[in-house]
Nanobody
Framework: QVQLVESGGGLVQAGGSLRLSCAAS????????MGWFRQAPGKEREFVAT????????YYADSVKGRFTISRDNAKNTVYLQMNSLEPEDTAVYSC????????????????????WGQGTQVTVSS
């Protein structure tokens, strides 16, 4: 089992920045990749970004490319999501997830690939 705990959400004005953290514990050696997803009220959960645990390969949704950066600190078993130039449309509950499935990059954008999920953290961007 892998446990994931997110932190760093909050309220920010449009154009501002936030950094989310996701600390992993338990059988972290089994993790192949970690990702961030978000879900806005009344909408389906959508992919935001993913990073492979060993190689550090990253992939982003078009809606956040150039504004968000995913990174990881293997020594701390933590993944980060740096969010810049935030827009009201970024308002959502952000959840991190981990998978031990060695999926191709496109596969890592699908939430069903992920085996473990955090509880989520609210990000609200005011206009």
């Amino acid at each position: 089992q892998v446990q994931l705990v997110e932190s760093g959400g909050g309220l920010v004005q449009a154009g501002g920045s936030l950094r989310l953290s996701c600390a992993a514990s338990g059988r972290t050696f089994s993790i192949y990749a970690m990702g961030w997803f978000r879900q806005a009220p009344g909408k389906e959960r959508e992919f935001v970004a993913t990073i492979t645990w060993s190689g550090g390969s990253t992939y982003y949704a078009d809606s956040v490319k150039g504004r968000f950066t995913i990174s990881r600190d293997n020594a701390k078993n933590t993944v980060y999501l740096q969010m810049n130039s935030l827009e009201p449309e970024d308002t959502a509950v952000y959840s991190c997830a981990a998978t031990y499935t060695r999926a191709v990059r496109a596969g890592l954008t699908v939430d069903s690939v992920y085996n473990y999920w955090g509880q989520g953290t609210q990000v609200t961007v005011s206009s």
